[in-house]
């Protein structure tokens, strides 16, 4: 396959969730903006977000507050500059969501951790509200232009296109696969953010959106940029349970407004794991449902909200409400059957509050960046902040050093050209989907709520030899994007072991049975000293 076409833009943009949306709105008055995105612009976790954004908008509520909460959670690796930079800016964030159209329902919500109702929310479709108001601002200006179904495989390194270069290493643009026109083009780019969201894909259960393969952090890792604190994915404790219902979240909010977590017998079990019960920080509440379903070897847990009225429910929960009734769960009447699924990843690109990576011209911004926000686990609703607040920073960063950082990142040779078979065996398509199977349930059964040395290694072993099986078949294969998905889940599944193995502790999400320390005593956590895993 050769290169067909190039393009030219100020500044390139790889995904469309709401970290992306946001950074192209703030950057397009006076950037020439492109964002790619590998799907369609709506596939993304942003608009499948059910439960809001967190920020502090009530009197009674407070700056010191939000951060206590953050760094609590974040049990002792929270980066303090970065929760500061965040919750300080957040009301003016919701002013930004506000002038773009976004409507939030009068009442904040309360959500797991959180010591105030602060979580502004529009019904139970918070992200589906803030992406098509934000998309629709996107496509109504001139300077953005959106390429749907747009693969972005590699980013260009000035020292791999001409190693005689002396200086910084920059980031010039990417390798891009047009899947409708099924050709390679070459964007260049004077910066790049990747706003490529998250890696829930890695594991088997996810309520992530099916392409959250952690694309963006595999691309950074190739190009020489540093990954941190992949050991930190944060399972989301309830995920409906049915067998026709794929990654269906139901909201941590349905607890906030007394939805109680029973066993099959109709035990109420949290309090025996934590004094805040059901309300628990979500770790601990996956790992209170993981050991009752073991201790019960039942196949899931329930949610029971069965005491609020069915109108309540109607108004507060419209969209949880009608899928469950898709699957025949009236959660007015009727406890609903929830499992534990990989959610979040706090880890991933080291950054700094404004997304800056080690490599000139690059950005990582989003679920893709680790700015030191959640250390290792996230307190609910802080990342759609995240998003916006980093696409803010980014954006004042890119505009107020936009000449240092151009004079490093335009292409002054042509790219490499693109060698790749033109054509794939179709039986090769079944290994690859084994293939991606394999790493998956390898990464739920050895890599998952709570792990063990033994397990860690074990999966190591079996990701070293896929890892490279799978490096014979991409350098062999018709570039497409099944493939180029599991080049890059290979490597995020083989990092977050390695991280994995590198913690000799047991903190926040990342639960050891080698290192029993209790997760529990949430007294010590501001004590509680501790370094981010990089590497
Ligand atoms: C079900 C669910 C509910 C949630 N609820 C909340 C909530 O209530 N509050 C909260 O704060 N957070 C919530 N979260 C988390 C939050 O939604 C995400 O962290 C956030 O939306 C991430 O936004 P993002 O812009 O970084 O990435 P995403 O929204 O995931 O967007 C990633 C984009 O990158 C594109 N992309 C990826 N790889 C490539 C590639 N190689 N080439 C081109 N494009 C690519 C994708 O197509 C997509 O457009 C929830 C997450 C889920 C899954």
């Not at 965040?86 to 919500?109: C, H, M, Y």
């Not at 990747?194 to 392409?211: H, M, P, Q």
């Not at 534990?340 to 990582?364: E, F, I, K, N, S």
Request: hydrophobic content about 40%; charged content about 20%.
């Amino acid at each position: 396959m050769k290169i067909d076409g190039k393009l030219t833009c100020d500044v390139a943009i790889v995904g469309s969730g709401i970290a992306a949306l946001a950074a192209a709105l703030k950057l397009a008055d006076d950037k020439k903006v492109i964002i790619l995105t590998k799907e369609k612009a709506p596939a993304t976790n942003s608009a499948m977000a059910q439960g809001g954004i967190a920020a502090v908008t009530d009197q009674s509520d407070s700056f010191a507050s939000h951060i206590e909460d953050t760094l609590v959670a974040g049990a002792g690796l929270c980066h303090y500059e970065a929760v500061r930079n965040f919750i300080e800016q957040a009301p003016e964030r919701i002013k930004d969501l506000i002038n773009w159209g976004v409507q939030f329902d009068a009442d904040s919500t309360r959500e797991g951790g959180h010591s105030f109702r602060r979580v502004l929310h529009h019904e139970d479709q918070t992200g589906a509200e803030m992406h098509s108001k934000l998309f629709h601002a996107v496509l109504a200006h001139p300077n953005i232009e959106v390429l749907e179904n747009h693969f972005a495989i590699d980013l260009l390194v000035n020292k791999k296109i001409d190693p005689t270069l002396m200086g910084p290493t920059s980031i010039v643009g990417l390798y891009v696969l047009d899947k409708v026109a099924d050709t390679v083009k070459v964007i260049e780019a004077k910066s790049t953010i990747l706003a490529t969201g998250g890696a829930g894909k890695v594991y088997l259960y996810t309520s992530n959106w099916s392409g959250a393969t952690g694309d963006g952090i595999a691309m950074a890792y190739r190009a020489g940029a540093r990954i941190s604190n992949l050991e930190f994915m944060q399972f989301h404790p309830t995920c409906l349970f049915h067998k026709d219902a794929r990654n269906f979240l139901i909201s941590e909010a349905v607890r906030g407004e007394g939805g109680e977590l029973i066993n099959s017998q109709g035990e109420a079990f949290m309090k025996k794991y934590h004094r805040l019960g059901s309300l628990a920080p979500r770790d601990i509440v996956a790992r209170g449902i993981d050991a009752e379903m073991k201790r019960t070897a039942e196949p899931c847990v329930y949610l029971d909200i069965t005491q609020q009225p069915k109108a309540f429910l109607q108004s507060h929960f419209p969209n949880i409400y009608t899928r469950c009734l898709e699957y025949g769960i009236d959660m007015s009447k009727q406890p609903i059957p929830v499992v534990p699924a990989a959610h979040y990843l706090c880890g991933g690109v080291v950054t700094d509050v404004a997304g800056q990576t080690d490599l000139v011209g690059l950005y990582a911004i989003g679920e893709t960046a680790c700015t030191g926000l959640h250390g290792a686990n996230r307190l609910a609703s802080n990342s759609l902040l995240e998003c916006l607040a980093m696409a803010h920073n980014c954006a004042v960063h890119l505009k107020t050093n936009w000449q240092a950082i151009t004079e490093q990142t335009v292409l002054s040779v042509q790219p490499l050209p693109w060698e790749q078979p033109e054509k794939t065996d179709s039986d090769e398509m079944v290994v690859i989907s084994h293939m991606w199977e394999e790493i998956r349930r390898l990464m739920w059964n050895y890599v998952g709520i709570v792990r063990s040395t033994k397990r860690l290694e074990r999966a190591q072993k079996r990701l070293v030899n896929i890892k490279s099986e799978v490096k014979e078949y991409y350098s062999n294969m018709k570039v497409h994007s099944d493939i180029l998905e599991l080049r890059n889940i290979v490597i995020v599944a083989k990092l977050t072991v390695e991280c994995a193995l590198r913690r000799h502790e047991s903190r926040g999400i990342h639960y050891s049975l080698d290192y029993p320390t209790s997760p529990l005593d949430m007294s010590r956590i501001k004590e509680m000293q501790g370094s981010d895993t990089i590497i």
